[in-house]
């Protein structure tokens, strides 16, 4: 059966930058998403469309086609006084904040000083080639109900959740 949209994949990867350092890999041997609901950046999405269990492939995705490119303007020094002081602000914090259009982002502390604080709106991957080594291990029909919710509902699509 080929990958294609509503059906259910499941594949083992490893993830590497440029440096052939690994930022990510499936755990536990399979990672499971429902193709073509946009569960996956869209280059490895694209790159996977047509393939079979026992695929093995290679897929270099461009920032572009992965989480983006870095966007400066998502940097911002914000005053240490809006965090609360009882709190030790540093670097490779994490706090949610309310992105230009209202929508909720995830920033990253980036430097602190007395006066300031730096956080970054950017993806931590954005601007960063992405290089995976992808195993199709299976291929199914997607159920109506994971069609419906755009998530796949576990190996068997059976999974039950809130
Ligand atoms: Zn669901």
Redesign the pocket.
């Known amino acids: 059966m080929q990958i294609q949209d509503n059906r259910v994949v499941s594949l083992a990867y490893t993830l590497k930058d440029d440096n052939n350092e690994i930022i990510d890999e499936s755990t536990d041997g399979s990672f499971c998403y429902l193709h073509g609901a946009s569960n996956i950046i869209p280059g490895l999405e694209i790159s996977l469309t047509g393939k079979i269990a026992g695929d093995e492939l290679s897929v270099t995705v461009a920032p572009e086609q992965g989480y983006g490119v870095r966007d400066d303007e998502r940097i911002q020094s914000v005053p240490r006084e809006m965090f609360p002081d009882d709190v030790d602000i540093e670097p490779g914090m994490q706090f949610h904040a309310q992105g230009p259009d209202g929508q909720n982002i995830v920033v990253m502390v980036s430097n602190v000083d007395e006066a300031t604080v730096t956080v970054d709106g950017n993806h931590p991957l954005a601007g960063v080639q992405l290089n995976f080594e992808v195993k199709i291990l299976a291929v199914r029909e997607a159920t109506a109900?994971?069609m419906e919710?755009g998530?796949v509902?576990g190996p068997d699509g059976h999974h039950h959740?809130d």
């Open positions: 109900e994971e919710h998530h509902h959740h």
